[in-house]
């Protein structure tokens, strides 16, 4: 049996999208202002989450999908205040709320307490492999290399594998690099390629500390970038109190 796990907050707010029309009233006469107005339909919208689910099942040769969606409280910003602050303004597409909440009552679907949707995959697919079980994860973020597994990235319709080794290796240079669209910085002065060459000589904890020490910070600064960086394995996750592990080098 094999299972594709779908990160679906992508699926809705690119089924939003790609639904949402504008219209410009008036304005034909000389001189008249126009208005614009956006408007989308409830059906259009599910016709094209629904092929999109269809499409990641045949991609994958799945015999099943589970769609994860993110809770509503986040445990980063617990960590983080400002984990993913520069979103807050952000306006989602119209149907977004729609089709979140109508394709957890259509599929087979998943959240957890104060998760986000990438954690909950993280934490499936982590799990799975330890039991055998034949999973592979459909999303489109580049952290998913943080993840030990099979992969399948439906923006660039490629399939990778990742070991436990190059997870942890690139866990720590998210760390170094952070992430200006979730919001954490990472080391200053740390771009991609002095991560890489710090990492490439020794993928260890230490070289990070040293890394953030070199700019004038602690340790401790340097392990709420980590924390924050890191997507949940099922070894980051208390399943019997439904709790995240924070992640300790």
Request: glycine letters at 6%; hydrophobic letters at 40%; charged letters at 25%.
């Amino acid at each position: 049996m094999r299972r594709v796990i779908i990160d679906a907050d992508v699926l809705s707010v690119q089924a939003a999208v790609v639904n949402q029309k504008a219209i410009r009233w008036g304005g034909d006469e000389e001189g008249e202002r126009a208005l614009w107005t956006l408007h989308a339909f409830e059906e259009d919208g599910e016709a094209t989450f629904t092929g999109m689910v269809q499409n990641l099942i045949d991609k994958t040769g799945a015999d099943e999908a589970l769609l994860v969606f993110s809770d509503k409280v986040n445990w980063r910003k617990t960590v983080l205040p400002t984990y993913k602050h520069n979103r807050s303004k952000t306006v989602q597409p119209l149907l977004r709320s729609h089709l979140t909440a109508w394709a957890q009552e259509t599929f087979p679907s998943i959240s957890k307490p104060t998760l986000e949707g990438d954690d909950v995959c993280g934490i499936l697919l982590t799990r799975a492999r330890k039991f055998g079980e034949e999973i592979v994860v459909a999303s489109i973020d580049k952290d998913f290399k943080t993840v030990p597994g099979h992969h399948y990235n439906f923006n660039t319709d490629t399939f990778f594998e990742v070991t436990e080794e190059e997870a942890d290796y690139w866990h720590l240079y998210q760390t170094l690099m952070g992430d200006t669209t979730d919001g954490y910085s990472g080391c200053p002065g740390i771009g991609p390629v002095a991560a890489k060459r710090l990492l490439d000589k020794s993928p260890t904890w230490g070289t990070v500390v040293a890394a953030f020490d070199k700019a004038g910070l602690c340790e401790e600064e340097a392990l709420v970038q980590a924390r924050v960086a890191r997507i949940l394995r099922a070894s980051d996750y208390d399943f019997k109190n439904q709790k995240v592990k924070l992640w300790t080098p």
